[in-house]
């Protein structure tokens, strides 16, 4: 641990589901970190955000009495992600695509919190698209501080680059020149919850296991043949008249609920993103694995990037360190 002389950033990253804390030095190195099972869900279900923000404050106290510090050896507290939905903190405006990092980091949110914390948090607001026709209008919170701490990533790729971050909602990136130009936004991982615990399709999608490609690849197909309603019914079938294995079935359920995905991104890519030369996943191996199956014989993309993400020093990280060093040049 560091001497007491200098000050430390603490940093939230509070998600749908989860909500995380970092403390970083005054070199943005990475010292600690926790993670809770709490997130603007509870809060939209609760109708209030009583129980985020007292789970905030209770990963934050943990935090300092875990590194023997007091709140006074905290220089800043950022926070990211759904605590700027009307379900987090403080409803905070989106920022407008296209946009670079300086900018960004311009139009961070400094938030009073009184009920726990008394003191400033600087909140990042999420990005959103703008059209006169609803259906390309798209929006993230949280996603973007993944996405500004992947550019360094990107360097020596030509062309525009499309950045799959899978999740409760999986959002895609359209980003070129170190400036993020637009947004493609997906109902997936609350879509999978919901067939999960709400379906006859529960014994299906019970447990993550592992993955059989051509399953997954039939199951696009399917998808894309015959549109979802009936696809994710076959998944059924196969379990009623006892085809195929557990795996088997899983794998071809998770084809048909996440190929919209790749429907979309080569629909964006054709229309929206005309150079777009790469697809890109932040995201395990697990993840990088169902994509690697969804788009093997897209005429699109021969390969998926893959980006790891780790619990270590994930890009959320990355990403507020550049919004610090933008804003300490400033």
Known sequence: MESRKKFFTVYFDSGTSNTRIYLL?????????????????????????????????????ELLDSCRLTDGDVDQIYASGMVTSPYGLKEVPHCQVPIDVKTFSRDLY?????????????????????SFDFTFVNNMRGEEIQIIGALEELKGLSGGS?????????????????????????FTGELFHALKEETILSPILAEETRLVEEMVKKGYTCLKNFGFNRAIYIAHAMRIFNQGTPEERFSFAEGVINGGIRQSIEYYC?????????????????????????FAESSLVSKIHWLCEQDQRPFSVKGLEKIIESRRSA
């Not at 990475?30 to 993670?35: A, G, Q, V």
């Not at 109708?47 to 106290?61: E, I, N, Q, T, V």
Request: hydrophobic fraction near 40%; proline fraction near 4%.
């Open 25 to 61: 030095d005054s070199r943005c190195q990475l010292l600690y970190w926790r993670k809770k099972s709490i997130g603007s869900k509870d809060s939209a279900i609760s109708g209030s955000s009583l129980a985020l923000r007292r789970a905030m404050k209770d990963l934050y106290d």
């Open 110 to 130: 400094p938030y009073w919190e009184e009920q726990y914390f008394n003191r400033e948090i600087i909140l990042v607001p999420g990005l959103r698209t703008e």
């Open 162 to 186: 499309a950045i799959i971050l899978p999740g409760s909602h999986t959002h895609v990136a359209y980003v070129k020149q170190n400036m993020i130009k637009g947004i493609l936004s997906n």
């Open 270 to 294: 054709a229309n929206v993103w005309p150079d777009c030369k790469n697809i890109i996943l932040i995201g395990n191996a697990f993840m990088h694995q169902l994509y690697d199956c969804l």
